[in-house]
């Protein structure tokens, strides 16, 4: 029998000693025995409890309901635990709590925060450990800024950033230092800190687009060569570059746009506004945005942006609809193989129907039958057998009533 397969039999039949001892060879366990069966505090469960820190804290606070040397000692084995012992048992400061809670420095803070309630030097130096809690000690704690928990706070770029921002609150060459170990939070520095451009800032965004157009856009407010050429990094950013920093079209914007079809055909029709070669090309890499660029930039039809949307039947369809205007071999080929496009094609841009739309239609009963009503507009031994047996056959009989010509092909 396991330690909590004899809890759980105690609970049911009842306590004895042997259940007890079983009881008692699992910390939580013996905690949960003493709580529910005992209801009282014992030796032998307070013993197995503070087998483990956890379970230590537990008895004291639920069971004892009262600190206790051994109960405290074996909470003291973990910074956690001890720092609850403290809070929720102790309820009072105490140096070995403390000296226990200082190996930890998010407990150390804590501590100081919530327990002491005031700065000392070893929760502070414990902090210090740390450069998220050294921040954390000189806001909530200190309320006001030192060397030590500054020069904590400055081995992590965002933590130097919240320093300068919330405990400084001002800028400093140390903290804008650290801050420029990544772009963002070089870009974060100098707009929400500095409050204007500078060269170290600036250049420290140049290895990521977003800080770099972020840069341009909020902190200069113009466009500089090192924030063009970090967002040239991703094509969206250079895209908004061009749009909205230089409010024109150069090379290394577009060049880094067409490095996907989106942001090619953007370019083309947002900032170059007109068609080009090379936009045109990074657009025909997607079905999709090849159609676009059909549509909107060149507003006609192409070889190659007709080749490129045929690899999607659904766009092959669209763009036989609104580019060509009409039917064509490789876009209707191009539908054959799904469901709705060769009926929806067949409706719409032959606008009558042939062998080869209705047998692509005829793989599913939905688009047979439809293909039947709309566009046979009479009934036909293809359409008849591809319903045959589903629930689109009751249907497909009724069409007899709608059609004028009744004969079956």
């Given at each position: 029998m396991t330690p909590k397969e004899a809890f759980e039999f105690a609970k049911k039949w009842g306590a004895s000693n042997e259940i007890r001892k079983i009881v008692c060879q699992d910390s939580e366990c013996a905690y949960l025995y003493a709580l529910e069966i005992d209801k009282c505090p014992q030796d032998d469960t307070r013993n197995a409890a503070c087998k483990n820190p956890r379970w230590a804290f537990y008895y004291a606070k639920d069971i004892?309901?009262?600190?206790?040397?051994?109960?405290?000692?074996?909470?003291?084995?973990?910074?956690?635990?001890?720092?609850?012992y403290a809070l929720k048992v102790d309820k009072k400061p105490r140096n070995d709590t403390r000296e226990a809670v200082c190996q930890d420095p998010q407990y150390a803070y804590e501590y100081a925060?919530?327990?002491?309630?005031?700065?000392?030097?070893?929760?502070?130096?414990?902090?210090?450990?740390?450069?998220?809690?050294?921040?954390?000690?000189?806001?909530?704690?200190?309320?006001?800024?030192?060397?030590?928990?500054?020069?904590?706070?400055?081995?992590?770029?965002?933590?130097?950033?919240?320093?300068?921002?919330?405990?400084?609150?001002?800028?400093?060459?140390?903290?804008?230092?650290?801050?420029?170990?990544?772009?963002?939070?070089?870009?974060?520095?100098?707009?929400?800190?500095?409050?204007?451009?500078?060269?170290?800032?600036?250049?420290?965004?140049?290895?990521?687009?977003?800080?770099?157009?972020?840069?341009?856009?909020?902190?200069?407010?113009?466009?500089?060569?090192?924030?063009?050429?970090?967002?040239?990094?991703?094509?969206?950013?250079?895209?908004?570059?061009?749009?909205?920093?230089?409010?024109?079209?150069?090379?290394?914007?577009?060049?880094?746009?067409?490095q996907k079809s989106g942001e090619a055909y953007w370019y083309a029709k947002y900032v170059d506004k007109h068609a080009r070669d090379d936009t045109r090309e990074a657009a025909c890499k997607n079905s999709e945005y090849a159609f676009l660029y059909a549509r909107d930039v060149d507003q006609c039809p192409r070889e190659d942006t007709r080749k490129a949307a045929c690899k999607s039947p659904h766009i092959a369809y669209l763009y036989a609809l609104y580019i060509d205007k009409k039917p064509r071999k490789d876009t209707r080929k191009a539908v054959y193989n799904s469901l709705a496009w060769p009926y929806k094609y067949a409706k719409d841009v032959d606008k009558c129907s042939r062998e080869d739309t209705r047998e692509a239609a005829c793989k599913d009963p939905k688009y047979a039958y439809l293909y039947a009503k709309n566009v046979d507009r009479y009934l036909h031994e293809k359409t008849r057998n591809a319903v045959k047996n589903t629930e689109y056959e009751e249907k497909y009989e009724l069409l007899l009533n709608l059609f004028s010509k009744e004969e079956i092909m």
């Amino acid at each position: 029998m396991t330690p909590k397969e004899a809890f759980e039999f105690a609970k049911k039949w009842g306590a004895s000693n042997e259940i007890r001892k079983i009881v008692c060879q699992d910390s939580e366990c013996a905690y949960l025995y003493a709580l529910e069966i005992d209801k009282c505090p014992q030796d032998d469960t307070r013993n197995a409890a503070c087998k483990n820190p956890r379970w230590a804290f537990y008895y004291a606070k639920d069971i004892d309901k009262e600190p206790r040397e051994n109960t405290r000692r074996i909470a003291s084995k973990n910074p956690c635990w001890i720092y609850f012992y403290a809070l929720k048992v102790d309820k009072k400061p105490r140096n070995d709590t403390r000296e226990a809670v200082c190996q930890d420095p998010q407990y150390a803070y804590e501590y100081a925060k919530n327990i002491d309630k005031k700065p000392r030097e070893d929760t502070r130096k414990a902090a210090c450990e740390d450069s998220e809690y050294a921040f954390l000690y000189a806001r909530d704690i200190d309320k006001e800024p030192r060397d030590d928990t500054r020069e904590a706070a400055c081995k992590d770029p965002h933590n130097a950033c919240l320093y300068a921002e919330e405990v400084d609150k001002k800028p400093r060459d140390d903290t804008r230092k650290a801050a420029c170990n990544d772009p963002y939070h070089a870009y974060r520095y100098a707009n929400n800190i500095d409050q204007e451009p500078r060269e170290d800032t600036r250049n420290a965004v140049q290895k990521d687009a977003f800080a770099g157009y972020s840069y341009a856009e909020e902190v200069d407010k113009k466009p500089q060569d090192n924030t063009r050429e970090a967002a040239c990094k991703e094509p969206y950013y250079a895209f908004y570059y061009a749009l909205n920093i230089d409010k024109k079209s150069r090379e290394d914007t577009r060049d880094a746009a067409c490095q996907k079809s989106g942001e090619a055909y953007w370019y083309a029709k947002y900032v170059d506004k007109h068609a080009r070669d090379d936009t045109r090309e990074a657009a025909c890499k997607n079905s999709e945005y090849a159609f676009l660029y059909a549509r909107d930039v060149d507003q006609c039809p192409r070889e190659d942006t007709r080749k490129a949307a045929c690899k999607s039947p659904h766009i092959a369809y669209l763009y036989a609809l609104y580019i060509d205007k009409k039917p064509r071999k490789d876009t209707r080929k191009a539908v054959y193989n799904s469901l709705a496009w060769p009926y929806k094609y067949a409706k719409d841009v032959d606008k009558c129907s042939r062998e080869d739309t209705r047998e692509a239609a005829c793989k599913d009963p939905k688009y047979a039958y439809l293909y039947a009503k709309n566009v046979d507009r009479y009934l036909h031994e293809k359409t008849r057998n591809a319903v045959k047996n589903t629930e689109y056959e009751e249907k497909y009989e009724l069409l007899l009533n709608l059609f004028s010509k009744e004969e079956i092909m």
